[in-house]
């Protein structure tokens, strides 16, 4: 399915967040969008699930506006695994992936073989099958985030928003979740905060910045010492990854002033690969 911000600005209050954002996601594509904190990323995607109104500007599934699909239609069609959650309930992490087939269910039916079939499978695959009937309230952070992975995993819907998905999560489920949700063939938008993350998994990158777009593109060609440097505020070098072969970045803090940076030819001689790499 087809995703595409068109011209969407976004006001909250009386500020405007996000400037006259436009790009696609075209169908069964990954696309990061990156920024640093306060640039709109989150106000942004909240626009495709509609917990933001576009002030102006709309927000496309297959040329039709989100706005205008009932809320049924919109989870059948749109995932979403939000930053945070406000679940309080006393539910177990099964009953609360399994409201992620409440959009495939018709009246007050009961829960079919099937919903349970996948509700155990999506535990497994998040690795989350051990938490199945303890209380959500009472996961920590990273294990929380497994079992609402896996309550977007069963929507089975064809896009899937993720916004900053690997917070709380050590670095080895970082790498698992990112595999799990770019490899089943769905439009993926997901906000990030690790250049490598989006280097490694998405197919473009849109960068924001004070709420507008200063680039889209690959990653490959867009994550570039000059971008980095005006949004970020930091030096970086692009290197090859040694196991991967694709691009990483190398982040360094910026030099307060560089007038006041050793002299190149007094200064030590440093290797450039470990001095470029080591933040």
């Known amino acids: 399915m087809n995703v595409e911000f068109k011209n969407v600005s976004v006001d909250l209050g009386s500020t405007r967040v996000v400037h006259d954002v436009s790009f696609p996601a075209p169908?069964?594509?990954v696309i990061g969008i990156l920024g640093p904190n306060g640039c709109g990323k989150s106000t942004?995607?909240?626009?495709?699930?509609?917990?933001?109104?576009?002030?102006?500007?709309?927000?496309?599934?297959?040329?039709?506006?989100?706005r205008r699909l009932s809320s049924r239609q919109m989870a059948l069609r749109v995932a979403v695994m939000a930053q945070e959650s406000s679940q309080d309930f006393p539910m177990t992490a099964r009953e609360v992936v399994m409201l992620g087939r409440a959009p495939h269910q018709h009246g007050?039916?009961?829960?079919?073989?099937?919903?349970?079939?996948?509700?155990?499978?999506?535990?497994?695959?998040?690795?989350?099958?051990?938490?199945?009937?303890?209380?959500?309230?009472g996961l920590s952070g990273g294990e929380k985030q497994?079992?609402?992975?896996?309550?977007?995993?069963?929507?089975?819907?064809?896009?899937?928003?993720?916004?900053e998905p690997t917070n709380h999560l050590d670095i080895a489920f970082q790498l698992e979740l990112?595999?799990?949700?770019?490899?089943?063939?769905?439009?993926?938008?997901?906000?990030?905060?690790?250049?490598?993350?989006?280097?490694?998994?998405?197919?473009?990158?849109?960068?924001?910045?004070?709420?507008?777009?200063?680039?889209?593109?690959?990653p490959a060609s867009l994550l570039d010492p000059e971008l980095i440097r005006d949004c970020f505020g930091v030096q970086s070098r692009k290197l090859k990854h040694p196991l991967t072969?694709?691009?990483?970045?190398?982040?360094?803090a910026a030099a307060p002033n560089a007038a006041a940076a050793p002299n190149a030819a007094t200064a030590p001689h440093k290797d450039p690969e470990l001095s470029a790499s080591r933040p």
């Open 27 to 29: 169908s069964g594509s």
């Open 44 to 66: 942004l995607l909240r626009t495709l699930y509609r917990v933001n109104k576009p002030s102006a500007g709309c927000v496309l599934l297959d040329g039709e506006d989100v």
């Open 108 to 137: 007050f039916g009961a829960d079919s073989p099937q919903d349970h079939h996948l509700v155990h499978q999506a535990l497994l695959d998040v690795g989350a099958s051990s938490l199945t009937d303890r209380y959500f309230a």
């Open 146 to 163: 497994r079992v609402l992975l896996a309550r977007a995993l069963v929507q089975e819907a064809p896009v899937l928003v993720l916004d």
């Open 178 to 218: 990112m595999q799990l949700v770019t490899s089943r063939g769905r439009t993926v938008l997901a906000a990030l905060h690790d250049m490598n993350l989006a280097a490694e998994f998405c197919d473009h990158i849109a960068v924001l910045q004070s709420g507008k777009v200063q680039a889209f593109g690959p």
């Open 245 to 252: 072969g694709r691009p990483l970045i190398a982040i360094a």
